[in-house]
């Protein structure tokens, strides 16, 4: 029987960068973000043997996951949820499940939505935002003006819906870089908000 791929790494397929070894500017960013949370996500620590893209990345996410306007932080991770579920990601789900549980305090919402999101017990609002992700992860040539008024009459803006399109497409490209490298979840995402 072989073994697992990701049995024969600690973070990813491809090695990854201690925080001490990231530039100057991206250690000063991760160990922010690694002081906040206690340890530093595996993300980082593979990427960051990409420092140009690592940079281009973490831009863009903050530009999309920070932002006070539109969608709340809670539904900004119920998107990325949604969506690396649908695309299988493991380190995804576990990261942005743990980021789920807190900032909806509700331990069970990220497993609900990520194993099987069409039956998840949502509200009618997050069920518009699930189920738009969902069609933008799964079948984005389908959307249609239809999909979008659907998602209108929901009570969702039109920056809201871009912001579920566009963290949607991040995500979709952040699960597949995860998929190449076999990226791990740290250990500690799993326990975090249950």
Known sequence: MST???SRHEVSRFGHVDLDDLPPDLKERIGAIAERSGFVPNVFRAL???????????DYHDALMDSDDGLSKAERELVVVAT???NHCTYCVVAHGAILRIRYKDPEIADRVASNPYAAELSERQ??????????????????DADVDEARAAGLTDDEIWDIGAITALFAMSNRLAHLTALRPNPEFFGMGR
Do not use: Y
């Not at 043997?49 to 990345?57: M, V």
């Not at 069920?127 to 249609?144: C, F, K, P, Y």
């Open 84 to 86: 690396s579920g649908a």
């Open 48 to 58: 960051g043997r990409r420092p140009a893209e690592l940079r281009a990345f973490l």
């Open 4 to 6: 697992p791929a990701t």
């Open 127 to 144: 069920r518009a935002i699930v189920d738009l992700a969902l069609l933008v992860a799964r079948q984005s040539e389908a959307l249609a």
